[in-house]
């Protein structure tokens, strides 16, 4: 494997974090009755190579359970 090669998985690993993280700082302000992430920004970190992240995010934070249709396109994800 190349440097460059581990640099972009690297960099795609960090992205998907972030995702996640977004995904739980949102969930967490649904809590608390705060403002919220806009479900533009949800989708747009998912459709920009954050599918996994937002995967685990919706699973582990349990979005699936109020996500609309359009986030489960985005993220391939059922979410009944």
Do not use: P, Q
């Not at 995702?19 to 967490?28: E, L, P, R, S, T």
């Not at 009755?33 to 533009?40: F, L, P, T």
């Amino acid at each position: 494997m190349t440097d460059s090669t581990k640099y972009i998985i690297l960099l795609f690993a960090i992205w998907n974090i972030t995702v996640f993280a977004i995904y739980g700082i949102d969930k967490h302000k649904a809590v608390r009755g705060s403002r919220r992430i806009s479900e533009k920004t949800l989708l747009l970190t998912a459709a920009l190579m954050g599918g996994l992240g937002a995967l685990f995010g919706m699973v582990v934070f349990r979005h699936n359970k109020t996500c609309k249709v359009r986030r489960r396109r985005a993220a391939v994800v059922d979410c009944e």
